[in-house]
């Protein structure tokens, strides 16, 4: 793919350098926004919507940026926050957590996540995930020291997981399982009884679950979310994150918490402390008033969402893809194989997103990103369908090119 980013990778050919730095990529999901930036494209890529937060949300940080909350807050979240983050959880979660023992407000769910490995992992444990996954994922356990073992969801069945691979890729090193719940890139939302073949397994091997729930407002088809940590025996092995990014649409604020047992608690916030001191101050106040919407916000959300989804998925049919419509979160990933493309093109994911940018005017991301072996996404490209309907029309517009 060409590059975009001021800096080549060659530099880090630099003896002087760590070698882990060299074990991972730039964000490719990152890198298809710069090219859809360079070529004016219609940008599906990266995971953020193209509209404004909720109006009371802007507010209440506008009033805590005259009202004295711009120095910083408690190192693990304003107070206001924790408590309105524990509220929600008990209200929509189920799960009954105390704000000062056991909520820590970070720099969104990407600084959660690396905060909860980095708590958790020792060099050399195991930790197990399943692909397609978020593409952060693989250097969290790098930068951890972790080793990732990896268990596949079957596209050809809604996504749903072998339970005897699963059981396979735990043993006595296995530290912690990472659960992404709606799934980012695949839209699977996990079952109940999915939830306890993992909680069964966890608790057989003394083993944490780092949820990742960011999405777990937005779900399709009567389906329902379900934190692990309600289920028996999970809340003292269980560290949820989630955050304001996805369900407000304010990506570029980077508020997000993670909820977890005492002892967890404490080593987090360890972490947490020395890499990012806190979230920002005045931005923490805004998303406390966000989680007292009413529940209608998140009912109309839903059916926002549901209709941009329908849309996308029906387009990208229209234009020759084979896409797997989403059980939750707002993306699509799809199959490109067949859209009508230069053949040099479809020999990988990667070409066929350089193609897509370049040519027609439209970035997606390619497949191979979110497996731990690329060869299992080559075939694949995915979609972000959180836009408002003149964004989608103009990738419609883009897309009616393929079969002209």
Not at 54 to 64: D, L
Not at 203 to 220: K, N, P, S
Not at 225 to 237: K, N, Q, W
Request: net charge neutral; hydrophobic share 45%.
């Amino acid at each position: 793919m060409s590059p975009v980013s001021p800096l080549s990778s060659h530099a880090l050919d630099d003896p002087r350098l760590a070698r882990r730095v060299g074990l991972f990529p730039e964000s490719v999901i990152r890198e298809m926004t710069r090219l859809a930036l360079a070529h004016g494209a219609v940008n599906l890529g990266q995971g953020f919507p193209d509209f404004e937060p909720p109006a009371p949300m802007v507010e209440a940080a506008k009033r805590a940026l005259d009202g004295g909350h711009n120095q910083y807050a408690v190192t693990w979240g304003a107070p206001a926050l924790r408590a309105a983050i524990a509220a929600k959880a008990k209200r929509f979660n189920g799960i009954d957590c105390d704000a000062d023992r056991h909520v820590t407000v970070t720099c969104g769910a990407t600084e959660a996540m690396m905060a909860a490995m980095l708590a958790l992992v020792d060099e050399g444990d195991e930790v197990v995930a399943f692909e397609p996954f978020y593409e952060n994922y693989g250097p969290d356990a790098l930068l951890s020291g972790a080793k990732l073992k990896l268990v596949p969801l079957d596209p050809a069945r809604a996504f749903a997981f072998d339970e005897e691979r699963l059981k396979a890729a735990f043993s006595r090193r296995t530290k912690a399982i990472i659960l992404n719940t709606p799934n980012n890139p695949a839209g699977k939302v996990f079952t109940r009884d999915e939830m306890k073949a993992i909680a069964d397994l966890c608790r057989d091997h003394d083993a944490f679950a780092v949820t990742d729930e960011i999405y777990e407002h937005i779900l399709y088809g009567g389906r329902k979310h379900v934190s692990i940590a309600t289920l028996p025996g999970m809340f003292d092995r269980t560290i949820t994150v989630s955050g304001a990014s996805k369900t407000y649409s304010a990506t570029g604020w980077r508020v997000a918490w993670a909820i977890a047992p005492p002892a967890a608690s404490v080593a987090l916030r360890r972490v947490h402390d020395f890499l990012t001191v806190g979230a920002p101050h005045p931005l923490q106040m805004g998303v406390a008033a966000a989680l007292a919407l009413p529940d209608s916000y998140y009912a109309e959300l839903n059916a926002l969402y549901d209709r941009q989804r329908r849309a996308l998925v029906a387009m990208l049919r229209d234009a020759g893809f084979e896409p797997v419509d989403p059980e939750g979160a707002y993306y699509v990933m799809a199959d490109f194989r067949h859209v009508a493309a230069p053949a040099a093109a479809k020999t990988d994911d990667r070409r066929f997103a350089e193609w897509l940018v370049r040519d027609v005017g439209l970035a997606g991301v390619p497949g191979s990103s979110f497996f731990g072996d690329p060869a299992l996404g080559r075939s694949l490209i995915r979609f972000n369908f959180a836009k408002t309907d003149a964004t989608l029309a103009a990738a419609r517009a883009k897309l009616a090119r393929l079969g002209s």
